[in-house]
């Protein structure tokens, strides 16, 4: 099996008691066994005009799908690509038909057109006042008598099922559905065949081709060309609809044929607006999959002459969620970029002291370039010491362009710095915990809260907790110690970082890809990293005006 | 190319100025080039929250379908399956956001972490409020550390956007969002990978095979089980479910991948719906694709409790087209089938002159079944004769069961033996003209003018026209000169069937396939039949009382 199904004889029963039972209450069925499938509306009084579609399933939302207020009154259903029974036809007839009459809408296919016709004649002799509207739309085969229905049999739909909304009678709602019928032209193209639950895939369409004029049952179409992308797809069927366009505005339909994407279809919106036909078409429907060929890969355009009383029809509201509703078409200038997206320049200052602090990190960073990337190298690509170094040494190079006097700003000109300088991962982490660090300085915290927050943010963002073997694992304990003083921190950041060599199941980082044993007895790098900053900064002469603002004894220097 | 595309590196431009053109001027882009793509709600005031999501392109119609009034203010669009930039997220930050803050809805990928949460820094450092929801929904993994964020990002940001619709605070829009992206539980299966436009298409999921605990980029799920259907599938996922669902009722998130079927989506919702988690599924969002990847043939269930407070946000209507909408589940009877589908049986009546006449009719059909036979046999199957003397033989049968002296009803019911007794599209097509026939009839036409008024229905419905090489041929002349006489009729039938002969290309009807120099110099089977029968009505001695109420000079018998 290949599909989402549990066999092929009960496709369709069940679908659509999926269908109903989703659908809010709002759709009913009729109890009809295994060959009687009919979709209606459950709020149906038959005081209007019913209307009333369907066909073959594989075509959905097609035409179950279009029940509901303003657009289908009842949607018979039959197996996958075949129609329904006449006396299933018939079932729906009688169950939503007053003596304000039925609308049948059929697409033209051989089954459809005799079995619809069928009923309808039954249902006439049962007194019931019943019209027909058969939707040929397709012009892909200029040379056959019965054109086929395709897509444009939902503009029948939408404009019978707004005037039999309105109050219409049978007459008025039987030429709406004509107009649609009469005026409505649909060419479809497809990069694949559709693969029909229970049945082998057809091969037919190769690599580099397109099938062109097609229908929706994955016959083939009227021929095979080779395929150069979007904008020449639409320029070909432009091509072949604009001589056979009346002047003046047009309604487009953009169908998906199933499995065509969504941006697929939006491109392909985009390239007919900016087709030779693009000016006409002042109305949208879709683009959305409204008419299918179950999975197939391809699209329909459908053009339709838009009058203003059309206009009102297409455009009337409906709660059927399968429509896409039809949208004007605005093509406006694109909004201008904010302010504000410049990368935020500091204003420049000193401060001896803070200069000094930064500079220790640094050159820390620096000098433990060859230990962390030998350390990395255990566990991950080995070039940990180099992308610290690499940043630091940039840092260090702007350092007389930093706001060194303003703590707020400083880390937040850190953090700027760093998600320039630093590639992967960790340099956004770090961005991130200097700048919400500065952040939480903004809004009074004291250094030490700020580190915290800081570094909490940082969490958040990255996912990494303690002992999941990364930087987490020195840093955190050694913020947390911080308001003891520097060296308790730095040596709580030292057994933390001792503490990753037993920690043999990464979570995080990359090296959550390592096994156990290649990692056991290896301190993490990022984790050294941060210990041997500390140390440094604890052990620097000039502690008098530290940026941390914690008095310690003499220590030795940096 | 593969895709309905026009280069992979302008696919989400270009679908996303599509997207706009066709939003009926409901949505707006920023102007940011090629990287900063940025869709946004075209009637934005700044004054309420603003709720933003977005991440790589390829889950369409997320991000920037759920653009709009009660959903997203904002997506961020990234490349196919790739993070947007941190200064992408930071322009439609600034795009949006006023005094009232904003909130970043991201899905747990690392790049999308790591960008949103930069952006964020950065924007806090410009001095706006936001806030950042991380969604984690993905219960297919249990072992790693930071769960995907998957369909259930979609509760996230409609519980957001209603707050925010509604003009909640910052708090409250991140609270809702973060209820449900603590709440959601997802599990996705697929039958098959998806295609990535210009990469190959990996074939990694074999026939038979299903791939469950997916994510949505195409990544290899959590196993391959052997696929056993749709109800095995769904009870797969439910029994993975059930043990971490809490007590009380839930609203399920059912989600297409992409290039699932609606026909397999509605039947998913079924088997759902009769699982053993069914009984707590008190609401639906879907079946329909929200959080796709690309065309991948699989689907997604999300469970999450459901208050009564979750359930006003979850159901508060939007006009977001792409947004199914939440429905209460109703699993109602099926609604009976309507009174009048039993076969209509007629009150029998006698007549003579009539009763004589269908008798002749039979009579001439059954005597031309070998001739009949033979010439379809030049340009079908050459079954034409046994099918009309089938059908002749079952009416006579029922001769005695007619309601012969009743036109009106005679007609009607030789056309209902007939679409029972007679095969084929032929078989339709003349019970349609009968009954056809009887219904103008009953509309008070005399009985040429309802045989025109019969046939005119049959070629609405069957299509074809004069000229097309079928029984028309035949038909229509001695319709058109039945009142002149039967004789005239007859004779017109003849010359009618007789040009057939000369008729090359068939339109209608299986001969139709034929080639020229097969059909040339025969006459069409169907034609004949008409021509015979009206010969034999015509000879007929016992003309006091014709049905056809027509005087005639006495002519041989039948």
């Known amino acids: ?79 996958v690509f075949a129609s329904p029974s006449v006396d299933a036809v018939l ?115 190769q690599p580099g081709e397109v099938e062109a004029g097609l229908g929706i049952h994955g016959e083939p179409g009227a021929g095979r060309i080779a395929f150069q992308g979007a904008r ?33 279809m939006q491109i392909l919106a985009r390239e007919l607006l900016h087709s030779p036909i693009g000016i006409q078409i002042t109305h949208m429907i879709g683009p959305a999959p409204m008419m299918t060929a179950l999975d197939m890969h391809g699209f329909s355009l459908t053009v339709c002459p838009l009058t203003e009383a059309d206009a009102a029809l297409l455009g009337q509201p409906t709660s059927v969620r399968a429509w896409p509703g039809m949208r004007s078409i605005k093509v406006a200038a694109a ?40 350390l990395d190298a255990k566990s991950g690509d080995g070039d940990t010491g180099s992308t610290l170094a690499t940043a630091a040494r940039a840092l260090k190079a702007r350092i007389d362009l930093l706001p060194l006097a303003d703590l707020t700003q400083l880390f937040r000109a850190i953090g700027q710095e760093l998600s320039k300088s ?59 110690a911080l308001p003891d003083g520097l060296a308790v921190a730095a040596s709580r950041a030292r057994e933390g970082a001792d503490r990753t060599a037993e920690m043999t199941r990464a979570k995080a980082g990359r090296a959550a890809y390592i096994g156990a044993a290649e990692l056991s007895g290896h301190i993490d790098p990022g984790a050294e990293a941060v210990a041997q900053v500390l140390a440094a900064l604890a052990a620097r002469q000039d502690r008098s005006e530290s940026i941390l603002g914690i008095e310690e004894p003499n220590p030795p220097g940096c």
Request: charged letters at 15%; hydrophobic letters at 50%; a neutral charge.
């Open 422 to 480: 630093m590639g992967g991962s960790s340099g956004v982490l770090l961005a991130i915990l200097f700048a919400a660090t500065g952040d939480a300085l903004s809004r009074g915290l004291g250094l030490a809260a700020a580190l915290r927050a800081g570094l909490q943010r940082m969490q958040e963002i990255g996912g990494a907790r303690l002992g999941d073997r990364t930087m987490i694992d020195a840093l955190q304990p050694a913020l947390v």
């Open 232 to 264: 020449q797809a639409i320029a070909q069927i432009a091509g072949i609809l604009a001589p056979r366009m009346q002047p003046g505005r047009h309604v487009a339909l953009l169908n998906s044929l199933g499995a065509t994407t969504d941006l697929e």
């Open 335 to 374: 909004l201008p970029l904010p302010a504000g997206l410049e990368v935020f320049e500091p204003v420049a200052s000193d401060s001896p002291a803070n200069r000094a602090v930064v500079l220790c990190a640094c050159r820390a960073l620096i000098a433990a370039q060859a230990d962390l990337n030998a």
């Open 91 to 205: 079932a729906g007839i009688l169950a939503v038909t007053g003596e304000a009459g039925c609308l049948l809408i059929v697409k033209s296919y051989t089954g459809d057109r005799l079995n619809f016709g069928l009923a309808a004649e039954r249902a006439r002799a049962r007194g019931l006042k019943v019209e027909m509207v058969i939707v040929q739309d397709d012009i892909a085969l200029p040379e056959i008598s019965r054109p086929r229905g395709l897509a444009g049999t939902l503009l029948a739909h939408k404009m019978a099922g707004a005037v039999s909304e309105g109050g219409g009678d049978l007459a008025a709602v039987a030429q709406a559905a004509q107009r649609a019928a009469s005026e409505a032209m649909t060419f479809g193209m497809s990069l694949d065949t559709c693969t029909v639950p229970g049945s082998a895939k057809e091969g037919r369409i």
């Open 1 to 79: 099996m290949t599909h989402f199904i549990n066999s092929r004889e009960t496709i369709v029963t069940e679908a659509i008691e999926g269908l109903v039972a989703s659908s809010g209450g709002s759709l009913a069925r009729l109890d009809g066994g295994p060959f009687i499938r009919v979709v209606v509306r459950a709020d149906w009084d038959k005081s209007r005009v019913a209307v009333i579609s369907g066909g073959g399933a594989g075509h959905e939302p097609a035409h179950a799908g279009f029940v509901g207020p303003g657009l289908l009154t009842a949607a018979i259903c039959g197996d």
